[in-house]
């Protein structure tokens, strides 16, 4: 960064600088007077005149560049162009500007340091509203930055509470909520039915016809699920071919009434229409609890599956509680 001449000798003139916007007091050509011009070879970065001293550069002529990591839109490159200036919080917290900022082209930039601005700011009337409102703009940049940020944040979040395979909540949603939901149900004395679904066989299925056929039903079991529950009901893939329904504010006899209507559609259900040999359809065991009071996720979990296990002892494509 080389000092090419000053301020005062230069043909700029303090109109052409956002800082300066609408500022007729004649304090602002006798301060800048003498502040340095200085000028920028393309890729080269801004270093302080002097040893750590803060100071604005006001960009004269050419363009400097930022380069940033953006969550919403990747690695890019924000540009700070004729009439724009840089570095006015490091004045304001007297810390020097870091050698993060270069020139996309030859640059020319006024420097001005940190009394100067300080003196500007005293003596001129309207500097220190621009200040400001440069200031408001940026804050309001970075606070949208930071909305975007938090709005994709939560996108990812929620993705990886989804089964990728069927669509359902998966595990970590249920690890997360389970809990949640039973506090609630206690908090509110109201009751809580928990369904553990099976499906059976479904190893020797995926043996004779394939683990892509296997996921095909896994698919076709979801959307059974997803089409007979009610919007306040919660269905999830908890592991491999084992499925879980949530059922608030329903006791046991309306969690075992869901439960068999699932399990018959589940019989009905056709893993594919189209094939020359349709496949035989698929069948599930269903284990029914209810939650119980001071019980804890892990309880009602165990009691389900405690269920599911005898309807399975009981032969399979049928519901027990």
Known sequence: MEQITTFGASAYATGSIHLFDGVTDPVVATLLDTCAIVRLQKDETISPLRSNEACVYAVLRGALGNTLIDETQGIRTEKILPGESVGELSVLDDIAHSSTLLALQETELLVIESGTLWRLIDEANGVARNLLRQLSFRLRAANAQLRRREK???????????????????????????????????????????????????????????????DTAL???????????????????????????????????????????????????????????????????????????????????????????????????????
């Open 152 to 214: 994709v944040g939560e996108f990812y979040r929620q993705l990886s509470m989804v089964d990728g395979l069927t669509g359902l909540h998966n595990r970590a949603w249920l690890n997360d909520k389970l809990s949640h939901l039973i506090e609630e149900a206690h908090a509110a004395k109201h009751p809580l039915s928990l369904i553990m679904i099976d499906l059976d066989h479904f190893k020797r299925f995926n043996d004779e016809y394939g683990h892509l056929v296997g």
């Open 219 to 321: 698919r076709t079991a979801a959307s059974v699920l997803s089409a007979a529950l009610r919007p306040s009901d919660f269905a999830v893939r908890y592991g491999g071919e084992e499925l879980i329904v949530i059922l608030p504010d329903s006791n046991i006899a309306a969690g075992t009434m869901v439960a068999q209507r699932l399990c018959e559609r589940m019989r009905l259900a056709v893993v594919f229409a189209d094939m020359h040999m349709p496949l035989p359809h698929i069948t599930a065991s269903f284990g029914v609890a209810v939650l119980a009071p001071q019980q804890d996720a892990d309880g009602l979990l165990a009691a389900a599956d405690a269920a599911l296990y005898r309807s399975k002892q009981a032969g399979r494509n049928q519901v027990a509680i």
